[in-house]
């Protein structure tokens, strides 16, 4: 991927960048306790949480980092990091 001055990434370069790989940890989505407050989708900085249907969310391990944002906001608790196998 080129950067351009000032290190900005070409607008709708970030499909391009799969960047799954560098995860060390995943999000599992238990889809037992979810209430749908939708706080894991909104709060994803890489826009990989997705809703199914309602009160069941998907990821996109392709572009997820690992990050763990989606598990700490959870309000229900209902997402849990585990260690990436590769």
């Known amino acids: ?12 370069s970030s499909k391009a960048n799969q960047t799954g790989s ?10 037992e306790k ?5 706080l ?14 309602k009160k069941k969310y998907t990821v996109d391990y392709t572009y997820c980092k690992g ?6 906001e959870c309000s229900s608790s209902d997402i849990d990091m585990v260690v990436e196998e590769k």
Not at 1 to 12: C, V, Y
Not at 22 to 31: A, E, L, S, V, Y
Not at 40 to 53: D, L, N, R, S, W
Request: aromatic fraction near 8%; charged fraction near 20%; glycine fraction near 10%.
């Open 1 to 12: 991927m080129r950067l351009d001055l000032g290190a900005i990434a070409k607008a709708g």
């Open 22 to 31: 560098w995860r060390n940890f995943k999000p599992i989505f238990h889809q």
């Open 34 to 38: 979810c209430i749908g407050c939708s």
């Open 40 to 53: 894991c989708k909104i709060y994803c900085p890489e826009g990989c949480v997705t809703m199914v249907e």
């Open 67 to 72: 990050c763990g944002i989606c598990a700490e």
